[in-house]
């Protein structure tokens, strides 16, 4: 076995060492949280499916392991690439969202689900899709300077909308844009995040059931005790998870974001159309003033001002 893994080794064997190298872990988001999490999984020897739809830009260098050279590429190639200049496990990069569209393909054959997403209504169909697959997920989040962050395991306990049993209305909830995020409050709640899932992957000591919450600005940490409720979607036998339509659209910390069902679209073409900058995966141009990301499933990002504006640019660029 590689040296790589000596002091891990020395620590709890080689037997649950072999364990992490069979292990097939999705984090799901590759951004402040994800990108430590990825790291702290690849660098124990955890195989990863990385999941992320954006492209890193220059204010993720503040609370990511990104860099300069990184500016513009896919965040879940660039993590990608890091990880595989030094680690011994295999990472797949897969450039996209995590919707009700293609869900199944992206945990097929998943030990653990690490969510280190930035929105409630992913959290909301992870936790279905969990429910569904039987697969556990240790749930992160950070705004300001507090993180929060507990393990979900199906059948054992509550679940994530236990938690919170109301989905919030769009624009309701301060996101990491509109009222900034501590860099080191990313870094805790993601080296959090990492053990849980080494523990749950190894067996090593106890997974927390409670809920993490950490303000690092008070230096107050608080474990609170989750309860199940009886009307939620964890009580009940069989979970379904609607097809969400022909088109999904998200806000999202950049704007909004348009998630078709299929599409065809020629990113070369549009390209030289808007005088874009083509990535082979995806291109970034203007439209009207407004930064747009157009990816080769279809899938667009643009910083509209709300959900009609995204659309009518949608429409006008790939047609709907």
């Given at each position: 076995m590689s040296e790589i893994y000596d002091r891990q080794i020395t620590l709890f064997g080689e037997e649950k060492q072999e364990k992490l190298g069979d292990s097939l872990v999705l984090v799901l988001g590759c951004g402040a949280l994800g990108s430590q999490v990825a790291n702290n999984l690849a660098r124990a020897g955890v195989n990863l499916r990385i999941v992320d739809r954006d492209v890193?830009?220059?204010?993720?260098?503040h609370r990511t392991l990104f860099s300069q050279e990184d500016l513009g590429e896919a965040k879940a190639e660039a993590m990608k690439r890091i990880l595989e200049r030094s680690c011994e496990a295999a990472v797949e990069a897969v450039v996209d969202d995590f919707n009700t569209f293609?869900?199944?393909?992206?945990?097929?054959d998943v030990d653990l689900i690490v969510d280190c997403s930035d929105n409630m209504r992913t959290?909301?169909?992870?936790?279905?899709v969990s429910l569904k697959e039987e697969i556990p997920w240790v749930h992160g989040s950070v705004i300001k300077y507090e993180g929060r962050s507990t393990t979900f395991v199906p059948g054992d306990g509550p679940c994530f909308r236990c938690l919170y049993p109301e989905e919030p209305s769009p624009g309701s909830?301060?996101?990491?844009?509109s009222a900034g995020v501590f860099n080191s409050a990313t870094s805790f709640i993601a080296s959090y995040q990492a053990s849980e899932a080494l523990k749950y992957l190894t067996g090593i000591g106890e997974?927390?059931?409670?809920?993490?919450v950490?303000?690092?600005?008070?230096?107050?940490?608080?474990?609170?005790?989750?309860?199940?409720?009886?009307?939620c979607v964890c009580s009940k036998e069989e979970v379904e998870i609607e097809g969400g339509g022909s088109t999904l659209v998200q806000e999202t910390c950049e704007g909004y974001q348009i998630t078709?069902?299929?599409a065809s679209v020629d990113l070369r073409e549009i390209s030289e159309n808007y005088n874009g900058d083509y990535k082979e995966v995806f291109v970034t141009f203007n439209f009207s003033g407004k930064k747009v990301i157009l990816f080769d499933n279809?899938?667009?990002q643009v910083d509209a001002k709300d959900k009609k504006e995204a659309l009518s640019i949608y429409s006008k660029i790939v047609g709907l």
């Amino acid at each position: 076995m590689s040296e790589i893994y000596d002091r891990q080794i020395t620590l709890f064997g080689e037997e649950k060492q072999e364990k992490l190298g069979d292990s097939l872990v999705l984090v799901l988001g590759c951004g402040a949280l994800g990108s430590q999490v990825a790291n702290n999984l690849a660098r124990a020897g955890v195989n990863l499916r990385i999941v992320d739809r954006d492209v890193v830009e220059e204010s993720n260098l503040h609370r990511t392991l990104f860099s300069q050279e990184d500016l513009g590429e896919a965040k879940a190639e660039a993590m990608k690439r890091i990880l595989e200049r030094s680690c011994e496990a295999a990472v797949e990069a897969v450039v996209d969202d995590f919707n009700t569209f293609n869900w199944k393909g992206l945990v097929d054959d998943v030990d653990l689900i690490v969510d280190c997403s930035d929105n409630m209504r992913t959290r909301y169909l992870l936790n279905k899709v969990s429910l569904k697959e039987e697969i556990p997920w240790v749930h992160g989040s950070v705004i300001k300077y507090e993180g929060r962050s507990t393990t979900f395991v199906p059948g054992d306990g509550p679940c994530f909308r236990c938690l919170y049993p109301e989905e919030p209305s769009p624009g309701s909830l301060d996101t990491c844009h509109s009222a900034g995020v501590f860099n080191s409050a990313t870094s805790f709640i993601a080296s959090y995040q990492a053990s849980e899932a080494l523990k749950y992957l190894t067996g090593i000591g106890e997974i927390n059931r409670k809920l993490l919450v950490a303000d690092l600005r008070k230096n107050d940490l608080r474990f609170l005790e989750l309860s199940k409720r009886e009307d939620c979607v964890c009580s009940k036998e069989e979970v379904e998870i609607e097809g969400g339509g022909s088109t999904l659209v998200q806000e999202t910390c950049e704007g909004y974001q348009i998630t078709p069902k299929s599409a065809s679209v020629d990113l070369r073409e549009i390209s030289e159309n808007y005088n874009g900058d083509y990535k082979e995966v995806f291109v970034t141009f203007n439209f009207s003033g407004k930064k747009v990301i157009l990816f080769d499933n279809g899938r667009m990002q643009v910083d509209a001002k709300d959900k009609k504006e995204a659309l009518s640019i949608y429409s006008k660029i790939v047609g709907l």
